[in-house]
Nanobody, 116 residues
Framework: QVQLVESGGGLVQAGGSLRLSCVAS????????MGWYRQAPGKQRELVAT??????NYADSVKGRFAISRDNAKNTVYLQMNSLKPEDTAVYSC???????????WGQGTQVTVSS
């Protein structure tokens, strides 16, 4: 089992920045990916960014504004969000996934609200 705890959400004005953190605890694999997804009211959950030991991936809507990073020693993934827009408003959830064995875990989510 893996537990994920997010922090760093909040209310910010358009153009501002926030940094999200997600700490993983429990039985952590040596080969895993972590990522951030978001879900706005009335919309489906969508990928924001993911990171593994050998790749990072971003949604087109956040490229150049958001940066994902991870600290393996702390089992923590970060999402630096700059130049925030009102359309970035959503609940942001952290994800942990392994291929072998196939496992996926989710955090409880943190609210990000960007005012215009």
């Amino acid at each position: 089992q893996v537990q994920l705890v997010e922090s760093g959400g909040g209310l910010v004005q358009a153009g501002g920045s926030l940094r999200l953190s997600c700490v993983a605890s429990g039985t952590i694999s040596t080969n895993y990916a972590m990522g951030w997804y978001r879900q706005a009211p009335g919309k489906q959950r969508e990928l924001v960014a993911t990171i593994s030991s050998d790749y990072t991936n971003y949604a087109d809507s956040v490229k150049g504004r958001f940066a994902i990073s991870r600290d393996n020693a702390k089992n923590t993934v970060y999402l630096q969000m700059n130049s925030l827009k009102p359309e970035d408003t959503a609940v942001y959830s952290c994800n942990y996934a392994t291929l072998i064995p196939p496992r996926m875990y989710w955090g409880q989510g943190t609210q990000v609200t960007v005012s215009s």
